[in-house]
């Protein structure tokens, strides 16, 4: 009985990563795109001359580029699934010889 209450549980020293979903990552890539959309904004607002604008594009331009870089990957991967789902279908109504489906 000593032994068990010295003893930690094996799930408290190794937790299970089972449970993982990118849903945290994208929390974090989208909060960081608003804070900046809105940091960006204040100034303008705030601060209404030309300087002001050539500040927010001076310290903003690399936002743009982190965002196509962010999304980059994920619309080549789409687009190569688009593509091959298409080829799919155009193989498989040449195996068996049927009409293209109406439901597109």
């Not at 990552?25 to 705030?46: E, N, P, T």
């Not at 690399?62 to 190569?80: E, K, S």
Request: charged share 20%.
């Amino acid at each position: 009985m000593f032994r068990l209450l010295t003893q930690r549980p094996h799930e408290l020293i190794e937790p299970s990563i089972k449970d993982e979903s990118p849903v945290p990552g994208w929390i974090l890539i989208w909060s960081l795109i608003l804070i900046k959309l809105f940091i960006g904004g204040a100034i303008l607002f705030f601060f209404n001359a030309e300087e002001s604008l050539v500040f927010v594009i001076g310290t903003h331009w690399m936002a743009p580029a982190a965002i196509v870089a962010l999304l980059l990957p994920l619309g080549l991967f789409w687009g190569r699934l688009w593509r091959m789902r298409l080829r799919r279908e155009e193989l498989q109504r040449a195996e068996w010889h049927v009409e293209k489906s109406s439901r597109r």
